[in-house]
Nanobody
Framework: QVQLVESGGGLVQAGGSLRLSCAAS????????MGWFRQAPGEEREFVAA????????FHADSVKDRFTISRDNAKNTVYLRMNSLKPEDTAVYYC?????WGPGVSETDAYDYWGQGTQVTVSS
């Protein structure tokens, strides 16, 4: 049974930092591209960042570029999202997801086979 478990969310002031983690089990982690998405209340789920199988190719949404960084540790079956210079508009539930392929569609939710339950990030002004 595949499980993706996010952690590290919480309440932070604007300008602060958080690091999200997503621990994977039940799959061959190094065979999956990984992504982070977020969903604010009343909004569609939106792409944040993705990383390929080896961790040497990354893609970030324009809205978080230069502030957020995705990384992975295949030895620990974990993907991370380092978030700096947080803004109130970053408030959302953050989800990690696993995809069997890496390609132009990694920013689309349909590309992903497995999803975590999400972790809440709240940024106060």
């Amino acid at each position: 049974q595949v499980q993706l478990v996010e952690s590290g969310g919480g309440l932070v002031q604007a300008g602060g930092s958080l690091r999200l983690s997503c621990a994977a089990s039940g799959l061959t982690f190094s065979s999956y591209a990984m992504g982070w998405f977020r969903q604010a209340p009343g909004e569609e789920r939106e792409f944040v960042a993705a990383i390929n199988l080896r961790g040497d190719n990354r893609f970030h949404a324009d809205s978080v570029k230069d502030r957020f960084t995705i990384s992975r540790d295949n030895a620990k079956n974990t993907v991370y999202l380092r978030m700096n210079s947080l803004k109130p508009e970053d408030t959302a539930v953050y989800y990690c997801a696993a995809a069997t392929t890496w390609g132009p569609g990694v920013s689309e939710t349909d590309a992903y086979d497995y999803w975590g339950q999400g972790t809440q990030v709240t940024v106060s002004s």
